[in-house]
């Protein structure tokens, strides 16, 4: 069964950061292209940024400069690190795994940038 777990979201004020983490089982990890999504209200979900089995990365044009993506191969996790968190950063994060053998989400984590 597979299962990716996410941590790390929360209320946070305009200028801070968080750190996300997403551990996922029941995958050959490193085959994975590994994302993190959002989603906020009213909105589709969009992709936030992405990290090839490669190490290769892309982010939205949004969150370039702010956000960070990064993975630990031997620990099955990847990660995302927010800097400068404004109040347009709130939104449900979503982790996502991705490879011709499959595509699987995470459960959503609730991140709110507010003073």
């Known amino acids: 069964q597979v299962q990716l777990v996410e941590s790390g979201g929360g209320l946070v004020q305009p200028g801070g950061s968080l750190r996300f983490s997403c551990a996922a089982s029941?995958?050959?990890?490193?085959?994975?292209?590994m994302g993190w999504y959002r989603q906020a209200p009213g909105k589709q979900r969009e992709l936030v940024a992405r990290i090839s089995n490669g190490g290769s990365t892309n982010y939205a044009d949004s969150v370039k400069g702010r956000f960070t993506i990064s993975r630990d191969n031997a620990k099955s996790t990847v990660y995302l690190q927010m800097n400068s968190l404004k109040p347009e950063d709130t939104a449900v994060y979503y982790c996502?795994?991705?490879?011709?053998?499959?595509?699987?989400w995470g459960q959503g984590t609730q991140v709110t940038v507010s003073s």
């Open positions: 996502n795994a991705r490879a011709t053998m499959g595509d699987y």
């Open positions: 029941g995958i050959i990890f490193r085959l994975y292209v």
